[in-house]
Structure formats: C-alpha cells, structure tokens
C-alpha cells in the first residue's frame, strides 16, 4: 500500500518557491508580452491612419476622375477639333471662297516650322493673299475660328497696296493637332 502521509514539506522553501515562480512570470509578462502589446497597438494605429488616409485619397480621387470625365464628355467637340489631320491643300479649297479666282492664283501656304511637343505637335504656315476689302479677311478670321482644326492666325499680319487697289496680307497660321500616340 501507498503512503497517504504528508511529507514534511520546508514553508520556507516552498514560499520562496512559489514567489520565484510568479516574479518570473511578471517579468516574462513585463518584458516581453507589454512591449508587444505597445508594438501592436501602434502598428493598429498606424495602419488605421493609413485606412483613414487611404479612403481619402480615393474619395478625392474619385472627383477628380468624375471632374476629367464630365470635362471630357463636355469639351469632346473641342477635343476633335485636336484629333482632326490637317492638310494643306485642303486648307487651300477651304478657304478659297474667301478669295476672288484671282486672288487665288497669289494665295501661297507655305510651312515655315514644325515643333512636337509631348502631347501636341504645332505646324506653322506663313500665308500671303490678295484680298480687295478687309471685310474680306474679317469673314477669314470668323472662318478659321470654327474650322475643323485648331488654327491661330499669328502676329504681325502685313497689308500692303498694291496698284491694282488690292490688299495684299501676309500672316502666320499655326496648327494646333494632338499627337496619335496620345489618344
């Protein structure tokens, strides 16, 4: 049979015992789970922040995009006015009803420059004609404001006299076109 006597158990020892047992469970608990805590917490925080940042971000992303699109759907005449190819010589049948059939024998459109730029290549065109009245080169103006390409009559514009009482006007056209590559 078993002995179901209780040993003699030293009440010092075990007390000290015990009491080193839980000092070091403190300190486990102390030094390591705490600053864990402390890191967690932190990190919870920071990437709270960063949510909070986040949708922000996206919400102001968001108007930004409606604001491109409805400018887009809003000035895509504008837009096509870019796309549109020019070519000179339909520029020339374009605006010959603004020229007498005389004056269109001294019409002249020759390309001076070309720049390219990123999104947007600029020609420049030097062009000199003979009209009989300023009038003339008013309905001009209005025309090429609501041609299908993008053009601005440049500065300086020359008028001259010639003896036949004619106007002769000599300007610069630039052509403002899109890129290809960027539509």
């Not at 001259?160 to 076109?177: A, E, H, T």
Request: no cysteine; glycine share 2%.
């Amino acid at each position: 049979m078993a002995n179901n006597r209780p040993r003699n158990i030293n009440i010092t020892k075990a007390t000290l015992f015990t009491l080193f047992i839980a000092l070091m469970v403190f300190a486990l608990i102390y030094f390591i789970y705490i600053p864990d805590m402390r890191r967690f917490k932190l990190a919870k925080m920071t990437n709270d922040r960063a949510g909070i940042t986040l949708q922000q971000t996206k919400s102001e992303l968001r108007v930004h995009q409606d604001n491109l699109v409805a400018a887009k759907t809003e000035h895509s005449d504008k837009l096509a006015v870019l796309k549109n190819d020019f070519s000179s010589e339909n520029f020339h049948k374009d605006i010959s009803s603004f020229f007498s059939k005389l004056d269109l024998e001294s019409l002249k459109i020759n390309q001076s420059a070309s720049l390219k730029l990123p999104r947007m290549t600029i020609s420049e065109y030097n062009v000199s004609a003979e009209l009989r009245e300023p009038a003339d080169f008013y309905d001009f103006v209005e025309f090429i404001n609501s041609y299908k390409n993008a053009i601005e009559i440049a500065l300086p514009i020359n008028v001259k006299v010639d003896q036949g009482d004619r106007l002769l006007w000599s300007f610069g056209v630039k052509i403002y076109q899109s890129n290809p590559d960027q539509y």
